[in-house]
């Protein structure tokens, strides 16, 4: 019913408390957000946090969900999660949050780079 209304479901914060990934079977979910809990793990070299990460992505992957990283900080983790797939990017690295105004002040001054 919800899809045939044009509505697409987001499961955020996945992997964490109400974004389990039941609800991927649950609903007709079309986007993952990944916690930037898991974002986080990018900056240390655990290789069990990462691993956790990495089966996160190869989940929505294989079930070819959209997948929009959260929390993203630094053009290290941008790079890392590229070469993991993962090019929708949400947070500080391109922008805090912002009032109406100042997004279209801030839409003005990088209107070059959106262009490309």
Do not use: C
């Not at 986007?31 to 990460?53: P, Y």
């Not at 929390?71 to 797939?85: F, H, K, P, T, W």
């Amino acid at each position: 019913l919800l899809v045939n209304a044009g509505i697409n479901i987001k499961l955020d914060d996945a992997g964490t408390g109400y974004g389990g990934f039941s609800y991927v079977q649950e609903l007709p979910i079309h986007t993952l957000k990944i916690d930037k809990m898991f974002i986080d793990t990018l900056g240390h070299e655990e290789d069990a946090k990462i691993s956790v990460l990495n089966a996160i992505v190869n989940f929505a992957q294989n079930a070819e969900l959209e997948i929009i990283a959260e929390g993203v900080e630094s053009i290290d983790q941008v790079n890392r999660l590229a070469d993991m797939g993962v090019f929708a990017i949400q947070g500080y690295v391109y922008g805090k949050p912002m009032n109406s105004a100042d997004f279209i002040q801030w839409m003005a001054s990088h209107q070059h780079i959106l262009s490309e």
